[in-house]
């Protein structure tokens, strides 16, 4: 089977590594152990805070022969809780990673020519043209909204990245205008875009980060988890 269809097969669980693959597949190793099985390792970015990533794909069992093939002197592994890894006395915990999706409404018939109305911000208790839209090409899905106040950025929301049917986002909003509300507006405008275009919005968190986790509760269901373990 063929890395890509088999990351497609979990779409929603592999939308990282999907993007990558598509876009620089140089970038991207597979170790393959069996037909289905086996870690696909992810080198951190240039000029990134990103981690060096090995990703279980299909059975441990049958994955972890090639484990001590993984390239990066130091990395994190990610599986999906209750994966088996007692064996593996090198690993230690590092908490855990949880992912999030919207579903998508049914309710609405998306009309292009009134996306503005969508993108009021008004809509959401907010000052007029406080949020400003940036899509990557004329009459298509919103790729990023931004937060103006006081005639500079603020904040945003933004499509990190792409597969065919999701979209991984990643918001920020400046400290003095956190816990205003600004963030629950972005998101609440950024997830009905996507649920009009009839794509989900894919949202990652760490478990100890509390503030993050509450705005994608409001908004998104929790889709699974991700055990996150370094290796030394």
Known sequence: MKLL???????NKYIDEI?????????????????DSGFICLKAQENSSDWNIARLIGDFNKAKQ???????????????????????????HNGSLLYFENSLSTSFEYDETESNTYLNSSEVGLPKECIKAKASSLNSRIDDLYLIMKNRICGYIKVIKNTWHFSEVAIEINAEYRNQGYGTALMELMTRQFALKGQKLS???????????KLARNF??????LDKYILD
């Not at 693959?21 to 152990?33: G, R």
């Not at 093939?69 to 088996?84: C, H, R």
């Open 5 to 11: 269809e088999l990351l497609y097969n979990q779409e």
């Open 19 to 35: 993007d990558r693959l598509e876009k620089h597949p140089d970038d991207v190793i597979f170790l393959e152990s069996s037909l």
């Open 66 to 92: 090639s484990i001590n093939d993984i390239p990066f002197k130091d990395y994190i592994l990610l599986t999906e809780q209750n994966s088996d890894l007692s064996d593996i006395q090198f690993c230690k």
């Open 203 to 213: 949202y990652v968190v760490e478990e100890n980060n509390i503030a993050s986790l």
């Open 220 to 225: 998104l269901k929790e889709s699974f988890k």
